[in-house]
């Protein structure tokens, strides 16, 4: 039988209750437990596909084509494990699914209410995702803080759940801030005890505290806070700002977290296997060379908009004890191709990452010109690719006034254009051609040596494509079209294999990264660097 974990947070937003479930997960993962985490967002858009990155941070996007909230990149990361549609949960997407019901009639004319409906609505999503994965652990995080008004009926959906449930088999985690007051040198627990006391008054007791904290928890705040929010002792955990997040699932561990937790839900406790998680996290803090990669976007300010590439430039550094430090480079600050020139002079390699709309096109451009005249490694994920095509097009091919139909109606050659399927498509959300799907690529292309294979799957969200009618004159002049879709018809892959690091693919290969087993183009593109060195 599953047993259930729920995450809430107190306090304040941003505490990182991602990472805290999934590293969670990790020391599930460790004890050769399966497990799955499970994302309830409160907000009423269907799924984050909509929202600006500014507004929400990256999408993170599924093998089943999900657009989710960038936390399931976190939790596919921690537990090695790939989720699903049935892994995010938004208010929207439960208030879709409950209207719908009404319309065909499903009610047979009950008056329509926030409990029963949605709460059951709620409790199925909850049900569906273990009867899909058949987890021993299912851990549910709430976006949101405790007190939002729109967080309501998933609190009291869990309420339910962990009644109906019983005793042993579910149990809650709070995660809350202890804020430093430098005047008087201590960490308060007394935002943390209110935080409690709300959660209690939605009826929900819970069985273990998360302290997020600069500092140490002295021995007496600790009781303090296990008296206050009757948890016991070893239920408050301290979790202290980490040189890396890969040190959580560590720190949580030392204070016997696993333990506890496994304790409380009546099941065998085994010794952990961290030990390559510890050989990792060693690395990552000690790192014997450093590099700086380049993310030339036009969401730099946010650097959430970018997370699963950061962390994937990183992934693939760690494997070769490498530090890697980005320098967000602004794509609109590179339309002047002297500025380009300086921006990018003190960076060992450059990614042009996702993105839509014509806005820094244009320095994007300039960048990946760049790159390609000056040997700069280069890797360009989706639009980057996209990008490189029209470089190439533009200035070596001479096919002058090359672009995509996304920026420019009617260029004068379309190199990238809108995908036939997507002809007819209406609406935004979920509409565009997402999630995996299979790449040929050509044997001896430096695509094929990295991954070591010529078949690979890979996770898209795209509406343009290449031009077919371009790829001829393109592969003349030098480019090499090295990765396809199975029937031939759709460009995966391109690279210059003159030069020691030049692909760009149509999909996003950040998706599939994990911190110890980094990404094969990824790791094409550091070792270019490290090659160097
Ligand atoms: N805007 C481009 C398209 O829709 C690229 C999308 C992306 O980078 N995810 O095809």
Redesign the pocket.
Same mark, same amino acid.
Request: net charge neutral; with cysteine.
């Given at each position: 039988m599953t047993k259930y974990i729920f995450v809430t947070g107190g306090v304040v937003s941003s505490l990182g209750k991602g990472i805290i479930a999934a590293s969670l997960g990790r020391l599930f993962r460790s004890r050769d437990y399966s497990v799955i985490i499970q994302k309830f967002d409160p907000y009423i858009n269907v799924d984050p596909g909509t929202m600006s990155p500014f507004q929400h941070g990256e999408v993170f996007v599924t093998d089943d084509g999900a657009e989710t909230d960038l936390d399931l990149g976190h939790y596919e990361r921690f537990t090695d494990t790939s989720f699903g549609q049935v892994n995010n949960v938004t208010s929207g997407r439960i208030y879709q699914e409950v209207i719908n019901k009404e319309r065909r009639g499903d009610y047979l004319g009950a008056t329509v209410q926030v409990i029963p409906h949605v709460t059951n609505e709620i409790k199925s999503k909850i049900v569906a995702a273990t009867k899909q994965f058949k987890p021993d652990f299912q851990i549910i995080e709430i976006g949101g803080t405790i007190g939002d008004i729109e967080s309501l009926p998933f609190i009291e959906a869990i309420r339910q759940f962990k009644s109906e449930i019983g005793i042993g088999n579910a149990i809650s985690v709070h995660c809350t801030l202890l804020p430093y007051l430098p005047t008087s040198g201590e960490l308060k627990t007394k935002p943390s005890q209110h935080s409690v006391n709300v959660l209690r008054s939605y009826g929900i007791q819970p069985e273990i505290l998360v302290c997020r904290t600069s500092k140490p928890i002295p021995k007496t705040e600790r009781e303090k806070l296990a008296l206050f929010c009757s948890v016991p002792k070893d239920a408050v955990i301290e979790c202290r700002d980490m040189k890396t997040i890969y040190e959580v699932p560590l720190a949580l561990e030392a204070q016997g977290m696993g333990s506890v937790v496994l304790k409380m839900l009546g099941m065998e406790d085994r010794k952990p296997d961290l030990e390559s998680w510890e050989n990792l996290v060693n690395k990552i803090k000690n790192p014997k060379k450093s590099l700086k990669v380049g993310i030339a976007g036009k969401y730099t300010k946010l650097s959430d908009a970018y997370i699963s590439v950061v962390e994937s430039l990183k992934h693939a550094g760690y494997a070769d004890s490498a530090s890697v430090e980005i320098k967000w480079i602004n794509s609109e600050e590179c339309v002047d191709y002297a500025s380009c020139k300086k921006l990018l002079s003190d960076i060992d390699a450059v990614v042009v990452p %996702? %993105?839509?709309g014509v806005r820094g096109i244009e320095g994007k451009l300039n960048v990946i010109r760049y790159a390609r005249e000056n040997n700069l490694p280069f890797l360009g /994920?989706? /639009?980057g690719m996209?990008c490189a095509v029209i470089e190439y097009a533009r200035n070596v091919a001479g096919l002058k006034g090359a672009n995509s139909k996304?920026f420019d109606e009617n260029p004068a050659y379309p190199v990238i254009d809108l995908m036939i399927e997507q002809k007819n498509v209406k609406g935004y959300g979920g509409t565009?051609r997402l999630g995996a799907y299979e790449c040929h690529l050509k044997k001896g292309s430096k695509a094929e040596k990295a991954y070591g294979k010529e078949i690979v799957s890979e996770r898209h969200?795209?509406?343009?494509?290449v031009n077919n009618e371009y790829i001829d004159q393109l592969s003349k002049e030098g480019l090499v079209f090295s990765g396809m879709s199975p029937d031939g018809m759709l460009a995966e892959v391109v690279e210059l294999p003159k030069l020691d690091w030049f692909v760009a693919c149509q999909f996003?290969p950040e998706f599939k990264s994990r911190p110890d087993k980094p990404h094969p183009l990824f790791k094409g593109l550091i070792d270019a660097v490290l090659l160097r060195k």
């Open positions: %996702g %993105g839509f /994920l989706c /639009l996209q996304e565009m969200r795209h509406r343009y494509e996003h």
